[in-house]
């Protein structure tokens, strides 16, 4: 079974500036996927970054990029130059080997401010 | 760029009542899943649709919830004698495997009063 933990139930950022929002796993596979949504509060599930667990590099998208680091089983999303749209919820999620389904964190708000 | 279709966006339905969530996946997609999301709370798994059987199932997919894929684009769900806890945001997503390239639909959000 996987574990998704996201400890920071919400966090502020000035606008134009970097936020890291931390997420660990618990797995026993080799192989698996993180991923990385962001729910604004109209309420859609939207993609924003994957990262695959044998990617020797870590994922960009954009501004959104994935700190991976393996042996801590860590997956944190780091999003740089803060824009007032950014203001959502923010989900880590991960796929096991052996099963398809995502398996979500519990989630971490983002405030951006002016 | 392609998406999933999720109909009605909102559906408020009384205790007991039958309701049934649409969704319409990406074309070429193969997987098919709906999620749950009550309200503050994490996004939780339901099923999963492969090759017109379920693949997988969680705890919450009792008897009450079932799923069908009953022609060649929709796949819904049905939740049978609806209770107060059934309140929630319902997601159904798509993936052309079973690997990565997961596009969640909008989504449902469904009132039991």
């Known amino acids: 079974a996987q574990k998704i933990t996201q400890t920071q139930p919400g966090m502020f950022v000035q606008e134009k500036e970097a936020v890291t929002l931390d997420c660990t796993y618990d797995?026993?596979?080799?192989?698996?996927?993180l991923f990385w949504y962001k729910q604004p509060s109209s309420g859609e599930m939207i993609f924003l970054i994957y990262?695959?667990?044998?990617?020797?590099q870590n994922a960009t998208e954009g501004r959104y990029s994935l700190n991976f680091q393996k042996a801590r089983k860590s997956a944190n999303l780091v999003i740089s130059a803060s824009q007032l749209g950014d203001s959502a919820m923010y989900f880590c999620?991960?796929?096991?080997?052996?099963?398809?389904?995502?398996?979500f964190g519990a989630g971490t708000t983002v405030t951006v401010r002016a | 760029e392609p998406e999933v279709t999720q109909t009605p966006s909102h559906q408020v339905t009384q205790m007991g009542q039958e309701v049934i969530l649409r969704c319409v996946p990406i074309?070429?997609?193969?997987?098919f899943y709906w999620y749950r999301q009550i309200l503050g709370q994490k996004v939780e798994f339901l099923v999963s649709?492969?090759?017109?059987?379920?693949?997988?199932k969680s705890e919450i997919f009792d008897d009450q919830f079932s799923v069908e894929r009953p022609d060649g684009s929709n796949f819904t769900l049905k939740i049978r004698s609806t209770k107060l806890e059934d309140s929630a945001m319902y997601f159904c997503?798509?993936?052309?495997?079973?690997?990565?390239?997961?596009?969640f639909g909008s989504g449902t959000r469904l009132t039991v009063v």
């Open positions: 074309s070429n997609h193969l997987y």
């Open positions: 649709f492969y090759n017109n059987e379920i693949s997988e």
């Open positions: 997503a798509s993936s052309p495997s079973g690997a990565a390239g997961y596009t």
């Open positions: 797995t026993s596979d080799q192989s698996y996927g």
């Open positions: 990262q695959g667990s044998y990617d020797e």
């Open positions: 999620a991960m796929r096991g080997s052996n099963d398809y389904k995502l398996s």
